[in-house]
């Protein structure tokens, strides 16, 4: 069973808010991510022809940032990955007829500002900032304000949080709009894509017959 067919028996699941498809998370990007007004619950699919080799890695991004996290597996993976997960990752096995629970996801206590202000653009996170009246935070480049969100006591987990879902759900319009824009393209270039590898294999095919005659030719002489 492949990614594209998992997510699309999770799609349904996801009442309430957006789901962002590989949304750039820390060093790896999330498969799917559901964010309501109230949480952000970051998805990782794990198909038959995926591997476990990375799951460290995107465990750590993921628990930096999401309030929930679950893996969805196959049966192939599901024995080697449960060693792998802390207790509070959920776990979801896929069939081909169903997503089957085999345990929630409990809430991740492991949420750091600075990574879960990443998701945003730096001029989003300084808007927060200069909101809340701190001063001298629009010369700041992006290290020098994760350094403040690292180590400042002024600014809420929560509150930060509350407004990085608020900024990534006005953005989906136009994300949805550009998602619309570049199908529509691809769309358009396909049938002159489709004709130019027909006019290469053409040439080619042409190259390897006279290369053909030539040797022949070489031959008989």
């Known amino acids: 069973m492949n990614d594209p067919a998992i997510r699309a028996l999770l799609y349904p699941l996801l009442s309430g808010g957006i789901y962002v498809d590989e949304l750039p998370t820390g060093s790896t990007r999330a498969d799917v991510v559901h964010i309501t007004s109230d949480f952000m619950h970051g998805y ?4 038959d022809g995926d591997t476990l080799q990375r799951v460290q890695n995107q465990l750590r991004c993921y628990a930096e940032v999401y309030d929930f996290v679950t893996f969805i597996v196959t049966e192939k993976h599901l024995a080697k990955l449960l060693p792998l997960l802390p207790e509070w990752v959920g776990v979801l096995v896929a069939s081909e007829q169903e997503l089957r629970p085999y345990r929630p996801a409990g ?3 492991t949420v750091e500002k600075a990574p879960l202000a990443a998701l945003l653009l730096l001029d989003e996170v300084k808007q927060f900032l200069m909101a809340r009246g701190l001063p001298g935070i ?3 480049r992006r290290a020098e304000v994760q350094h403040l969100l ?3 006591h002024l600014v809420p987990l929560s509150s930060l949080a509350q407004f990085v879902r608020e900024q990534l759900i006005r953005r989906m319009p136009q994300r949805l709009l550009h998602r619309a824009e570049r199908k529509l393209e691809r769309q358009r270039l396909a049938p002159l894509r489709a004709k130019r590898r027909k006019k ?3 040439t080619h095919g042409k190259r390897r017959k006279t290369a053909r005659r030539k040797a022949a030719s070489v031959f008989k002489k």
């Not at 990782?44 to 198909?47: I, Y």
């Open 44 to 47: 990782e699919v794990k198909g």
């Open 107 to 109: 809430y991740n206590a």
């Open 138 to 140: 629009s010369q700041l």
């Open 150 to 152: 690292r180590t400042t």
């Open 200 to 202: 290469q294999a053409a």
